[in-house]
């Protein structure tokens, strides 16, 4: 999956900036959408804002598998 993933053209560093970008939307959404409302808008804005946040340890590991790659693979 990892070659494939490097054939490409995504480096590891795409992939730990996609990580951060993630963990940073993450903050930005909760607080644009959840993080200063009441009730049922700030429940659903929470949750958005985490389900985004969840995706950077995704990308990291696929910038670790893409990492550990030696360069002739």
Do not use: H
Request: avoid cysteine; hydrophobic fraction near 45%; glycine fraction near 18%.
């Amino acid at each position: 999956m990892f070659k494939t993933i490097r054939t490409l053209g995504i480096s590891s560093d795409v992939a730990y900036t996609l990580g951060f970008l993630s963990v940073l939307g993450s903050i930005f959404i909760w607080y644009s959408q959840g993080g200063t409302k009441e009730g049922a808008e700030k429940a659903g804005g929470e949750r958005f804002g985490i389900f985004v946040g969840l995706w950077a340890p995704t990308f990291f590991a696929i910038g670790n598998g893409i990492a550990a790659l030696k360069d002739g693979e």
